[in-house]
């Protein structure tokens, strides 16, 4: 899934970033690193109708909580796609071409990562391109369209996922359908997940307890080498403390002779 941005709508291409859903989180976080590489939020952003952005019904926009949220925390307006747009979707289609066409063909990737950061090496070359039709760098165009930008706010908004579990015992979380581990020391607690485009962390408390690469596959467990080596340190302290020698108690023996005299005090 691609988020894109293009130049006053005359430009190929000027930024880009893949995400690994079409989840609300993914989607956010993707489009903010871009706000965020632009240095500059736009007045208005054009969406089609995707379900984590909003739809038209009735002939009105509906946007939904998450877009709303987030557009609220950068001052920015939205625009949605009809259905019956082919300008505006042939944009978006032709920025999604070219990529498939241009940068996709011959190049493996290890994760989300390694996608994005080979994706900005071509996109800076990519961008010093005269254009076919306008005859102008994308490089060159942006300035102007920067400067008709608005600027950062103080706060950029949090588009992560985050969420509360208590901890179970086999001392992974749940993340889309992959499980990630987690200290085993923190079994029973509750521990608080948040996830981004590229890493899920868990804290509880103040304590980071685990971080992990965002894995792109599904129905996978990652465990980490450190939680690992806790879970064995555990288990063998459990083995030791079930095979050690019982620890002689010294039982204090009550004299019976008290219970006879207070038997004759009650008679």
Same mark, same amino acid.
């Given at each position: %899934?691609?988020?894109?941005? *293009?130049?006053?709508?005359?430009?190929?291409?000027? *930024?880009?970033?893949?995400?690994?859903?079409?989840?609300?989180?993914?989607?956010?976080?993707?489009?903010? $690193?871009?706000?965020?590489?632009?240095?500059?939020?736009?007045?208005? +952003?054009?969406?089609?109708? $995707?379900?984590?952005?909003?739809?038209?019904?009735?002939?009105?926009?509906?946007? #939904?909580?998450?877009?709303?949220?987030?557009?609220?925390? =950068?001052?920015?307006?939205?625009?949605?796609?009809?259905?019956?747009?082919?300008e505006a979707k042939g944009l978006v289609e032709r920025a999604n071409g070219y990529l498939e066409t241009s940068f996709l063909p011959g190049r493996s990737?290890?994760?989300?990562?390694?996608?994005? *950061?080979?994706?900005?090496?071509? =996109?800076?070359?990519?961008?010093?391109?005269?254009?076919?039709?306008?005859?102008?760098?994308?490089?060159?165009?942006?300035?102007?369209?920067?400067?008709?930008?608005?600027? =950062?706010?103080?706060? %950029?908004?949090?588009?992560?996922?985050?969420?509360?579990?208590?901890?179970?015992?086999?001392?992974?979380?749940?993340?889309?359908?992959?499980?990630?581990?987690?200290?085993?020391?923190?079994?029973?607690?509750?521990?608080?997940?948040?996830?981004? %485009? *590229?890493?899920?962390?868990?804290?509880?408390?103040?304590? $980071?307890?685990?971080?992990?690469?965002?894995?792109?596959?599904?129905?996978? #467990?990652?465990?980490?080498?450190?939680?690992?080596?806790?879970?064995?340190?555990?288990?063998?302290?459990?083995?030791?403390? +079930?095979?050690?020698?019982?620890?002689?108690?010294?039982?204090?023996?009550?004299?019976?002779?008290?219970?006879?005299?207070?038997?004759?005090? +009650?008679?």
């Open positions: %899934l691609w988020t894109v941005v *293009g130049v006053s709508g005359f430009s190929r291409l000027i *930024g880009a970033v893949m995400v690994p859903s079409r989840a609300a989180h993914d989607v956010l976080g993707g489009m903010l $690193e871009i706000i965020g590489a632009f240095g500059a939020v736009p007045r208005k +952003a054009v969406w089609d109708q $995707e379900g984590c952005i909003g739809r038209i019904r009735s002939g009105r926009q509906v946007l #939904s909580g998450e877009f709303q949220a987030f557009r609220g925390v =950068l001052g920015m307006g939205a625009v949605l796609v009809g259905p019956a747009d082919p990737f290890e994760d989300v990562a390694d996608f994005n *950061g080979q994706l900005g090496v071509w =996109l800076r070359r990519a961008n010093q391109r005269i254009h076919g039709t306008t005859r102008v760098r994308p490089s060159e165009a942006i300035g102007e369209d920067r400067g008709a930008m608005m600027g =950062l706010p103080p706060v %950029l908004p949090d588009p992560s996922l985050r969420f509360s579990v208590r901890l179970p015992r086999d001392h992974y979380v749940r993340v889309d359908t992959n499980d990630y581990s987690v200290d085993p020391r923190f079994v029973g607690r509750r521990v608080d997940v948040q996830v981004t %485009l *590229g890493e899920v962390t868990v804290t509880c408390g103040d304590v $980071e307890v685990a971080r992990h690469r965002r894995c792109l596959a599904k129905h996978h #467990s990652i465990l980490a080498p450190d939680h690992a080596r806790a879970l064995r340190r555990i288990r063998a302290e459990a083995v030791e403390a +079930a095979t050690a020698e019982p620890v002689e108690v010294t039982v204090e023996e009550r004299d019976l002779a008290v219970y006879d005299q207070l038997i004759e005090v +009650a008679s």
